[in-house]
């Protein structure tokens, strides 16, 4: 399928692929979501202890769905399911996280310039599969365990199950107990592992410094693993990647395509893309807002 990349710059072009989403430069978002105070202390017990949040459904069903058929557009027409960053609803899904993530990185967190969408097919030969044992940032991501530098989101538009590649991750209570650090996935015992299947529309979090991956689909896996991240960082701290930016203030859709195309290179040592969308990346792609 030969991609139409003239248009990559077209605002028409892309609310013409999704007409149930939105394309604008100042787009109005939803309310936060309030957490209440006991779930909030228990994701706070639980990233103390092992690194990580694993929450429920937090998103309306309705949101999640049309992100879902956003990308599954997007997917059908040829294009990277990074793609659906194009469009309003992506950043207001985050949006609703403000109360959340000032909970945890401060109230003026930024977000980092540092995202990526996938659709894991399902695959009766397991040929697809989500990105391999890795860590978002190798350097210091939190003190004593409980003051967090920054943090990685992870949101499920289907369900996440084993079968067709949920998140799987070793947790720092684990990791802990090893007597050297942790430099090469082959260091990681496998009875350590611990596997996060998801329902859609649920919260999963981590410190960037945890080793973390995704599975590969199989036969029996009864719809394509779709997702969404974004990574977050406490800005009373040196920029991990700079500049940051503010989440109310998402990039104007011009700079959001380009910063997509900038993903590109950043990321094609765990996914490749199109060689003519390559060719785009390094022509228009920036890696900061």
């Not at 228990?42 to 459904?57: A, W």
């Not at 999640?64 to 599954?72: D, P, S, V």
Request: net charge negative; aromatic share 12%; charged share 20%.
């Amino acid at each position: 399928m030969i991609l139409p990349t003239e248009r990559l710059l077209e605002l028409s072009y892309w609310q013409e692929l999704n007409p149930h989403l939105s394309v604008n430069d100042h787009p109005t978002f939803s309310p936060p979501i309030a957490f209440p105070t006991h779930q909030l202390d228990e994701i706070s017990d639980t990233i103390h202890h092992d690194g990580y949040l694993h929450q429920g459904p937090v998103f309306a069903s309705k949101s999640i769905q049309a992100l879902r058929l956003g990308i599954e557009n997007l997917v059908q027409h040829g294009w990277p399911a990074a793609f659906i960053y194009v469009y309003d609803e992506v950043w207001d899904l985050f949006h609703q996280l403000d109360e959340f993530l000032s909970h945890f990185l401060g109230d003026n967190f930024g977000l980092l310039p540092h995202f990526w969408a996938w659709h894991i097919d399902t695959d009766s030969q397991g040929a697809t599969s989500g990105w391999p044992p890795h860590v978002d940032y190798p350097g210091e991501c939190a003190f004593f365990d409980d003051f967090l530098v920054s943090l990685s989101l992870w949101i499920p538009l289907t369900h996440a199950t084993p079968e067709n590649g949920c998140m799987n991750i070793l947790p720092l209570s684990r990791q802990k107990d090893y007597d050297q650090p942790v430099t090469e996935p082959s260091d990681i015992l496998l009875q350590d592992v611990r596997c996060l299947p998801a329902k859609a529309g649920s919260l999963l979090g981590w410190r960037q410094d945890l080793w973390h991956w995704s599975g590969r689909s199989s036969k029996y896996a009864k719809e394509p693993r779709i997702s969404l991240s974004l990574e977050f960082q406490n800005r009373a701290f040196d920029p991990l990647c700079p500049p940051l930016f503010d989440l109310t203030e998402p990039p104007c859709v011009e700079k959001r395509i380009r910063m997509i195309c900038g993903q590109f290179a950043k990321y094609d040592h765990m996914e490749r893309v199109s060689p003519e969308l390559e060719e785009a990346g390094r022509k228009i792609g920036i890696t900061q807002p």
